[in-house]
Structure formats: C-alpha cells, structure tokens
C-alpha cells in the first residue's frame, strides 16, 4: 500500500514539474558561435532565464553561419522555424527580401510594449540592417570590422619603427620590402576575407561605390562598379606584390590569422574580432592600426563597413512567444550587457553608449588596440558609399570575387580581366535575384 | 528439375515485397521526383514566391561555360582517380598474393585507409601538402618544384586527387587480393611449366580471369570519384582555387546550400541522375559484353 503510494506521488509530482516547465514559453535561439563565444552566448540566455519565470531561452549552435542558415530555411519550409536566428551580414538581402518568414524587429518590440529606437545603435550598424521605409529588420547582435595587424618584434628585427603602423599602401609595400630583404619574417603580409577586405572595405574606405544604387541599399536594381581605377590599381598592386613575395595568398576564411600569430607573416588584414584569438595565441608583441589606404584618393580615409551577424526574428509563431522575444531583445539592449560582450569578444560595441561605458571604465588604455575598429567605423559619417551594402545571392558572389582573385594571383588573368569578370559574374547572379526576389 | 513457390494468398507476395518497395519510393523515387519537379521551379529561399519556369534552370546551366568546365573538371578528376585508384591497387595486391613472411600484417595494413572517414583523409592530406606546415610541401620545395594548391590549380587537384585515391585502395585492394585468390593455381603453375614467364603469366591468365572484378571496381570508383569525394573535396579545397576542383557533385551542394539557388541547384542534380543512368546503362551495355566472367 505504501510503495503504491509513493508512486502515485512521484507521478503526481512528476506531471506538476512537467506541467510547470511547459507553462514556460521556450524560444529558440539558432547562431553559430564557437568557443568562447559560445558560452558568452549560453551567458546570455541563462542570465535572462533566470532574470524572469515566463520564458526560457534556448540558445542551440547550428553549424557555420551558412550552415545555420540553410537549416533554418530548411525548418522555416518544414514549418518549424526557430524563432531567433543569427545571420551573417552577407546573408541580410536575401533575408531582408524573404517577406513572410521573417517578423521585423521594429514591430516584435514595439508590440511587445518596448520603445525602440534604431539611434541607440552606432549608425554603420543600424543602417546595416535597416530597409528603405526605415524599417530596422533585424536586430544587430555581433558587428566587427576589417583592421591591419603587425607584429612589432619582426618591425623591430627589419629596422622599422615597431611603435608606428605603417598608414597607407605604398608604405605597407615598404615595409613588406624591408622585412622581405631582411629575412625578419617568412612572409610580409597576408589577408583574411579577400573580399571583404579587398573589395567592400577597400571601396568604403576610399568612398568609391561598390554598386550602383548605393551599393544596392537603395533599389534591387543594382549592378556592381568594382572595376573603378581604384579597384584595378589595388588589385594589380596585390597581383604585384604576390609576385614578390610580399603578399602571400593564406585563402577565402579566416586561414591569415594563424599565419599571423603563428608568427609567419608579419602583416595582416583581417576581422577586428580575431583580437581576442590573436592575443591568446601570439608569443610577440604586436598593434592593431587603422586600414591602409591610398592618400592620393580624394575622401580616403572615409570609413568602414560591418561584418559580422544580426538576430532575425521568424515569422508564424504565437504572440505570448513573441512576447518573450521581445523582451530577450530588449535585455540584450542593455548598454551594460553590450560593453561586456564588446570587451570580451573583440566585435565592436554596437552602441554609442556601450563605447561609452567601456571607454570610462579604462579597459581601452588597459588594452590598445582594441578601439581601433570602433574608431574605424565612426572615422565620419557614413555616405552614400560607405554606409553598408545590400546584394542578394552575396554568398556566392563573394565566393565569386575571390576565384578571381585567386586567378588572378596563379597568373591567369591581369587585374583589369578579374575585375571584368567579377563584375559580368555577379551582376548576372543579381539580374537573376532581382527577378526572384519581390521586396 | 525446377523449383516453383506458388503463394497461396492473393496478399502475401505484396505484403513481402512492401517494405523494400516503401524503402525504393520513399528515399528513392520521391526525391528524385521533387528534385525534377524544383528543377522546373525558380523559387526564393524560403520558397514564398515560387514560379515555374520550365526549361530555363537548365538553358541556364548549359550557357554558363563555367557549369561546362566544372564538366571537364569531373571528368578529369573521376579518369585520374578510378585509374591511378586501380592500377595502385592491383599491384600491390599482386605483390601481395605472393606468399610473403608477413603477408599478413602487409595485408591488415593495407586494409587501415578504408576505415578513414573522407573528411579526415583529407584533411591528413592537407596537413601533409600544407605549403608552410606540411612534411611533403617541404620536401617538393627543397627539389625546387613550386608548389601551392591555395592558388594553383593543378596542385589542388593532384591534392585531392591523391587523397581520393589514398581513401579508396583499400577497397580496391580487397577486392582484387579476392580475385587473384580465386584463380586456379594450376592454370598458373602449368603455363610456368610451359615456360610462361611471371609477366607473361600475368598478363594472358592473371588479367583476364581478374576481368569481372576489374569491371566492376571500375563502375564503383567511377561512382565513388563522382559522387563520395564530396567531403574531400569540402575539407581540402572547397572547390578552389579559382574553381579548380569543384566537381559537378560539389557544384550542387554550394548552389544549393551556400547559395540558396535551390531551382539551379536542383536542374544540376537531375543532370547528374542522367549522367549515372546513363554511365550504368553504356558501362553494363557495352563494357560488360567484353568482360570475360
């Protein structure tokens, strides 16, 4: 009698917990964060999980950022889409035009009795992500920028001043020559994001447009404009400089920052946020600087564009969820929240108030550098040019920059015929998105 | 004397074949018919506005002349693979057939590769040929060879083509250590008597009574090149440099899942269906006549 009982209460009380839990409206929140990153992510959710009853996020890594895309395009056909889901920066056209599966971000909080307002983020970042009604689509979660990093022992080892960054171009090539015919290092310089860097962030930064119709943020009628002189010269002088050992090709990726901290090549353009990998593993003393740039250009330096990724909000789900959403997002509003994610990721604080908070509280002198890609950023206001870009099918066309490039440097092809090419090859897969895609 | 089963039931026979027919038209049949179906279709991603537009995925494709190179570059490819796979195989299973002390453990060894998962193989390949890292990059460099498989893309392909080939011996190798054991040993020990000399012998007994096994390695490692060097091909290269070692299979994959260009992605997979159905077809067709069994 007794052991009956003890069972039926156990199963009572087992059904009271399940009732419980489901009482709590479980959102799902799909990224692609890795390492470090990742438990800043699980942080998050468990800090707001915590901080009320009615909602639990569930934060799950999904793969790659295009990995966790196609799952999540994949789940939204299947009907069960998550209902926050990490984009990378190239990936937002195409999301921006999938009317139906996504829910603006603007309208969650709002309706979730949230104020928003889109000026609270720094504006290389809102722009980003906001259409042409002004409508902020998504929500900016981890921005970064591309900055130059080099190693101050190999400067020092060369006869170059360690504590001066060399500014432009031509004194990169310099500087590259010097610690070629040195022997100070294997390697003089090297990228990561070929495009990125060399493509988006060079036009920006010199102010010279991408494509036409503000680098397609103003209509989808969009074509590309990187043949410019400028684009030519750039990249004829990267064809050069491979010739002479100056440049080496480390690949399409992140693959640089490992040449770098390894101490192979001495010089490297790449994601602002491979600060915080690069200072675990660096055995040298190395500075972050500002992009090179071409001073003869007129407007250069103007700015930098964002990489990184943004939080979309799916569409077809309950309202008490979005309820939940909201108010997730407005906790990750936080300038507090957002400082701390800032200083311990490396991606740039996406508010001015957040800069604000890390600059007061001395973390920029205890750390140099790691303002460089804010300041970057904010160098002046944005312009036609250099506020953002918006291509659809933008995965495959920088995959499409990059073989060029790539040709290019195996000595196929001069600077002008990859460039042509690049141009002929995306436009045809905009022409092709146009026609597809009905924003 | 013939065998006949007669089933009683009007059922039976249906209810037996059911589960392998459910298995053929649920993970066979309804694919394939979806992927000619999108392959019509020019759709968004997340599939809101979808238009059918018949032919043109395909009058695309065939107009795009690095669809055509991403051709050559299979054929290349799967030739080099199914050849340098075979004949590595054959010889060392010949050497191995011999009684040797030892044989054994050569045999076990030879056996390991298989048990790699591709991704791995290739990424141990990787390593080995890395320009800066890799053991075998420094050993080609010190004879003076430029070697770069990040830009060049001849060196991607031997890359890849080495690791596919790597992967694949050992199966092959089985297979042939098989055959050989198969053959009489007194055919070969009469044409010795005859005074056939070890070439000779190999050539006019060996090779021919190997012929099924040899025809049949050749379907599975054309098969194998075309289609199971997809995570090869993803851990080493990625399709680069430039495109020089994306196969036709790896070209669907990134239209489809990196691109979101599910119509393109979709018409390419049915090109592929048609290119098996007809290789299986010509190989049983016209190859297998030839083929002593």
């Known amino acids: ?439 | 004397m013939e065998k006949r089963v007669v089933f009683r039931s009007r059922w039976l026979p249906y209810v037996l074949l059911a589960p392998q027919l459910a298995v053929t038209l649920i993970f066979f049949f309804w694919p394939a018919g979806q992927a000619l179906l999108q392959s019509m279709l020019q759709q968004d991603p997340f599939g809101i506005n979808v238009e059918f537009v018949g032919f043109d995925n395909f009058r695309h494709l065939f107009s795009d002349e690095l669809y055509l190179a991403s051709f050559r570059v299979t054929a290349v490819f799967s030739v080099l693979v199914a050849g340098f796979g075979l004949t590595i195989s054959l010889l060392l299973a010949v050497f191995a057939d011999r009684a040797l002390r030892g044989a054994g453990l050569y045999k076990t060894l030879l056996i390991w590769p298989y048990a790699v998962a591709h991704a791995v193989a290739a990424v141990l390949w990787l390593f080995l040929f890395n320009p800066t890292l890799g053991i075998v990059a420094h050993w080609i460099k010190g004879y003076g060879i430029a070697w770069d498989p990040l830009l060049n893309g001849g060196d991607a392909l031997t890359l890849v083509v080495v690791a596919a080939v790597w992967n694949q011996i050992s199966y092959n190798f089985l297979f042939f250590l098989a055959g050989l054991q198969s053959i009489p040993k007194s055919l070969i020990e009469a044409a010795a008597i005859d005074g056939a000399g070890p070439g000779r012998r190999f050539w006019t007994i060996v090779f021919p009574l190997l012929s099924p096994t040899t025809f049949f390695l050749l379907v599975v490692n054309i098969v194998y090149a075309f289609f199971n060097t997809f995570a090869i091909i993803d851990a080493a290269t990625g399709g680069g440099p430039g495109q020089a070692t994306e196969i036709l299979v790896y070209k669907v994959y990134k239209d489809g899942f990196k691109a979101l260009d599910l119509g393109s992605s979709a018409a390419q997979s049915v090109v592929l269906m048609i290119i098996v159905i007809g290789l299986t077809v010509m190989q049983f067709k016209w190859i297998e006549r030839k083929v002593q069994y």
């Open chain 1, 1 to 439: 009698m007794s052991r009956r009982f003890v069972r039926v209460a156990l199963l009572v009380a087992l059904f009271g917990a399940s009732a419980a839990a489901q009482a709590q409206t479980e959102i799902q929140w799909w990224h692609s964060m890795t390492g470090a990153l990742n438990d800043r992510v699980n942080e998050f959710a468990k800090g707001f999980n915590e901080s009320q009853k009615d909602y639990k996020v569930v934060p799950v890594y999904k793969g790659a950022y295009p990995e966790s895309m196609a799952a999540a395009i994949a789940a939204f056909r299947a009907g069960n889409a998550p209902h926050i889901l990490q984009v990378f920066e190239v990936g937002t056209a195409t999301m921006m035009s999938a009317k139906g599966a996504i829910k603006p971000v603007s309208d969650v909080l709002r309706e979730g009795g949230f104020k928003f307002d889109p000026k609270a983020f720094i504006g290389p970042v809102s722009g980003y992500y906001t259409n042409r009604k002004g409508e902020m689509l998504s929500f900016p979660f981890n921005s970064s920028t591309t900055v130059f990093y080099y190693n101050k022992d190999v400067f020092e080892k060369a006869g170059l001043d360690p504590n001066r960054a060399p500014t432009t171009w031509p004194e990169v090539v310099q500087a590259a020559a010097k610690i070629k015919a040195s022997g100070a290092s294997q390697c003089a310089y090297t990228t990561g994001w070929p495009s990125w860097v060399h493509v988006e962030n060079l036009s920006a930064w010199h102010n010279v447009p991408i494509g036409t119709r503000e680098n397609g943020m103003a209509g989808l009628d969009t074509r590309f404009q990187i043949n410019s002189p400028l684009h030519v010269r750039h990249w004829n002088n990267l064809k050069e400089w491979s010739q002479k050992g100056y440049f080496t090709y480390a690949g399409r990726r992140n693959e640089a920052e490992a040449k770098f901290y390894s101490g192979e090549c001495a010089m490297l353009t790449s994601s602002s946020a491979a600060q915080a990998n690069i200072n675990r593993n660096a055995k040298f003393k190395y500075a972050v600087a500002m992009l090179p740039y071409y001073a003869d250009v007129a407007g250069a330096p103007q700015n930098s564009i964002i990489g990184g990724a943004s939080l979309w909000v799916m569409s077809g789900k309950k309202p008490a969820e979005y309820k939940g959403v909201a108010q997730f997002l407005n906790f990750l509003m936080d300038p507090n929240r957002q400082a701390q994610w800032h200083q311990t990721t490396g991606y740039v604080p996406i508010s001015p108030a957040a800069y604000e908070i890390t600059k007061k509280s001395g973390f920029y002198e205890k750390n140099p550098g790691t303002d460089v890609s804010v300041r970057q950023l904010m160098l002046n206001p944005p312009t036609a040019n250099s506020k953002g870009l918006r291509f659809g099918s933008f995965v495959q066309i920088r995959d499409i920059f990059e073989e060029e490039m790539e040709n290019m440097l195996a000595g196929k092809q001069d600077a002008k015929a990859a460039l042509d090419n690049a141009v002929r090859r995306g436009d045809e897969l905009l022409v092709r998105f146009e026609k597809s895609a009905k924003e």
